[in-house]
């Protein structure tokens, strides 16, 4: 084992309330900016320091196969994923995201059954009809909130596959809810106590209200069914251990808030983003397009059309190279550790940064700021260093629904990019915000342009709506 680094660069340590504010501040400012500068300036491991909580920084791949792999035993979720009053775990309770441990596998195993590849397969038709649905308001020539859009669309296709339900109705309810989250689960940092009822702490506390309501109401309604609908709702009511033993109805609501809150905001940024690029590329757009009309000639794509469209799936994959759902995550020791040749101290925070990682030239060339698809071409892709690319995480703790979520944004990529084009305003300026996902910060104003149909001639505004709709 190589030898220890006795000390850890990093800016001067916040040892009072005074200092440990204005550090705050100062990198809340710019969060993103603030980090990628640190790793500029400190190298590939550096360290935030607040009093005695020790915040590692980390960007290197080797690094990350150490911990989230190799020496992911001695790692759990950090406060930020399971304190109750300010974490995830407020909102998703002791779902899989949030979870350590024997209870964490216990569950891993219940659930994985509901992401069986024929069973996610089986989603491929809803996603598709759902965005020609969400398209159906468009106005050639309007302008959209594409992250509003995209939030409300990603809503129904996981109400549909968590519950069987239609949220249409529900989508701005629950948008709002998932704004809730994301603000509440960002503010670790808050020296105001949650018993404390500010405007804020009443605005969360309605909305884990609004959940519960939402997702006991339907857990009941489906125990006392008894029916299997094929939803992921049903897989998780009938799922047992080996010895017969299922989910408490806690259990089951905890799963599914996770899996729900996961699987929403995810995709919808991931579609935000795209759309950004593709606007600020117009070369990579064209070549999207030349492959959706040529493959598709004009019809819905299916579930079978997916292999056909690999220009499809590489832009998806730069795109969440580029801004990744999922800046930043973290985990805490729970032992001593060495990670390469720095001691982690039990119950040091440790923060991984797939956003400064994917983005770093080491791995990914001198162009490496630049919006390049062919980057992910399957011969390519597989000189790509281990663990510099790392969308979904890696190890045990995998995200569970990659596959769900890799196919929903292919489907809805291809069935947009056929009808539609968005575009930015001309210096337009799209500024990401870094919460639990990575978002635009205000929402995504762009311009919505009716594309040509497969015959090749221009149609009017109606003549392109009727074709979409047949």
């Known amino acids: 084992m190589s030898t220890v680094q006795s000390t850890v660069p990093g800016p001067k340590p916040a040892d009072n309330i005074i200092q440990q504010l204005q550090l705050g501040a100062e990198i809340g400012k710019d969060f993103l900016g603030s980090i990628q500068d640190g790793f500029k300036k400190y190298g590939d491991v550096w360290k935030l320091s607040f009093g005695s909580s020790h915040n590692f920084m980390f960007a290197h791949p080797d690094h990350y196969q150490q911990i989230l792999l190799t020496q992911a035993d001695k790692f759990h979720k950090d406060h930020g994923y399971k304190d109750r009053k300010r974490g995830m775990a407020r909102f998703m309770g002791n779902g899989l995201v949030t979870s350590d441990g024997d209870f964490w596998k216990r569950q891993r195993k219940l659930i994985q059954p509901a992401f069986h590849a024929k069973r996610i397969e089986g989603y491929a038709e809803v996603m598709v009809d759902y965005t020609l649905a969400q398209m159906r308001d468009w106005r050639d020539g309007a302008r959209l909130d594409v992250a509003h859009e995209m939030a409300g669309l990603a809503y129904k296709i996981v109400t549909k596959s968590v519950f069987d339900v239609d949220g249409s109705r529900d989508a701005d309810r629950m948008e709002h809810i998932m704004n809730v989250f994301q603000e509440t689960s960002n503010d670790q940092n808050s020296f105001i106590p949650t018993w404390v009822p500010t405007p804020n702490e009443l605005r969360t506390r309605r909305a884990i209200r609004d959940v519960d309501e939402m997702f006991y109401g339907l857990i009941a309604e489906r125990r006392a069914q008894g029916t299997d609908k094929g939803d992921l709702l049903s897989m998780l009511l009938e799922a047992r251990d080996?010895?017969?033993?299922?989910?408490?109805?806690?259990?089951?609501?905890?799963?599914?808030?996770?899996?729900?809150?996961?699987?929403?905001?995810?995709?919808?940024?991931?579609?935000?983003?795209?759309?950004?690029?593709?606007?600020?590329?117009?070369?990579?757009?064209?070549?999207?397009?030349?492959?959706?009309?040529?493959?598709?000639?004009?019809?819905?794509?299916?579930?079978?059309?997916?292999?056909?469209?690999?220009?499809?799936?590489?832009?998806?994959?730069?795109?969440?190279?580029?801004?990744?759902?999922?800046?930043?995550?973290?985990?805490?020791?729970?032992?001593?550790?060495?990670?390469?040749?720095?001691?982690?101290?039990?119950?040091?925070?440790?923060?991984?940064?797939?956003?400064?990682?994917?983005?770093?030239?080491?791995?990914?060339?001198?162009?490496?700021?630049?919006?390049?698809?062919?980057?992910?071409?399957?011969?390519?892709?597989?000189?790509?260093?281990?663990?510099?690319?790392?969308?979904?995480?890696?190890?045990?703790?995998?995200?569970?629904?990659?596959?769900?979520?890799?196919?929903?944004?292919?489907?809805?990529?291809?069935?947009?990019?056929?009808?539609?084009?968005?575009?930015?305003?001309?210096?337009?300026?799209?500024?990401?915000?870094?919460?639990?996902?990575?978002?635009?910060?205000?929402?995504?104003?762009?311009?919505?342009?009716?594309?040509?149909?497969?015959?090749?001639?221009?149609?009017?505004?109606?003549?392109?709506?009727?074709?979409?709709?047949?």
């Open 242 to 470: 080996d010895d017969g033993t299922g989910m408490t109805d806690e259990q089951v609501r905890d799963e599914l808030v996770t899996l729900f809150m996961a699987g929403h905001e995810t995709t919808a940024n991931s579609l935000n983003w795209t759309f950004v690029l593709l606007s600020r590329n117009p070369q990579v757009r064209e070549k999207l397009h030349e492959e959706v009309d040529r493959v598709l000639a004009g019809r819905a794509p299916t579930l079978a059309n997916l292999r056909a469209l690999p220009y499809t799936e590489m832009v998806v994959k730069e795109s969440m190279r580029l801004m990744p759902a999922v800046p930043v995550f973290g985990r805490a020791a729970i032992a001593d550790v060495q990670v390469g040749d720095v001691l982690i101290p039990k119950g040091s925070s440790v923060n991984i940064f797939p956003i400064v990682t994917h983005r770093d030239p080491r791995w990914w060339g001198d162009d490496a700021q630049v919006f390049r698809p062919e980057r992910f071409d399957p011969e390519l892709e597989k000189q790509i260093r281990k663990y510099a690319y790392i969308p979904f995480s890696t190890g045990p703790r995998v995200c569970i629904g990659n596959s769900f979520a890799m196919m929903e944004a292919r489907l809805l990529l291809a069935t947009i990019v056929q009808r539609w084009t968005l575009e930015l305003a001309p210096g337009q300026v799209v500024t990401p915000e870094a919460l639990i996902t990575l978002r635009p910060q205000g929402g995504l104003p762009m311009t919505a342009h009716a594309r040509r149909v497969d015959d090749g001639q221009a149609h009017t505004t109606q003549e392109v709506r009727e074709f979409m709709l047949a």
